[in-house]
């Protein structure tokens, strides 16, 4: 499926609460996380860029990242999410290639992708897999109990 990337602007705040509610996969605190997160954006904080994927006006996935505080060139992919009923037709990868090729485009080096490895977020883990991400950490139980923190990289000056 082809639909247009675009940064995501306050009328698609209601949007994106819903479409990450919906994946099922996020807690309700994490969801609120992620509207805090598009807020901050939407008033100027470049520490959290978004990018949007949309079918006309409808957003339809998004990615949220930005700089991983005091390191030279490595960013955080904090984000990412793609509309249910659309999973799986390649708007992810759409996506994770424009965070990448924007990153690249002013000297980001390193992606780090912080995930859980509860077994609902297998076909994330293998999304970053087959996309060239490195499983390099896990902590134990860092989520709760038994939901282990996984930690992926993508080294981009191997890559391009
Ligand atoms: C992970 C996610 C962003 C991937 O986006 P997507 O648009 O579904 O991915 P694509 O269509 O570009 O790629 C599909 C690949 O991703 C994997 N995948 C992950 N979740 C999938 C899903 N629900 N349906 C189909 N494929 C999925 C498959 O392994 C598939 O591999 P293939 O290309 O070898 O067939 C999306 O499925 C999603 O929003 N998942 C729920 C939220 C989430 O896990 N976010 C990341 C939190 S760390």
């Avoid at 992810?92 to 290639?97: A, I, K, W």
Wanted: charged share 30%; aromatic share 10%.
């Amino acid at each position: 499926m082809s639909c247009s990337l675009r940064p995501v602007g306050r009328a698609h705040r209601a949007r994106l609460e819903t479409l990450v509610r919906d994946t099922g996969l996020f807690r309700e605190a994490e969801v609120r996380t992620a509207v805090e997160l598009l807020d901050e954006a939407l008033d100027g904080d470049d520490d959290y860029r978004f990018v949007g994927a949309f079918d006309g006006n409808e957003l339809v996935g998004y990615a949220c990242y930005g700089p991983t505080p005091d390191t030279l060139g490595t960013f955080d992919l904090y984000w990412i999410a793609v509309d249910r009923q659309r999973q799986g037709s390649g708007i992810g990868t759409e996506l994770v290639t424009a965070v990448e090729q924007a990153l690249s485009a002013v000297g980001g080096r390193l992606i780090v992708v912080e995930t859980s490895s509860r077994a609902e977020y297998d076909p994330t883990r293998r999304f970053y897999e087959a996309r060239g991400y490195e499983r390099t950490a896990t902590i134990p139980g860092y989520y709760a109990p038994g939901d282990d923190l996984v930690i992926y990289i993508k080294d981009l000056t191997r890559w391009t």
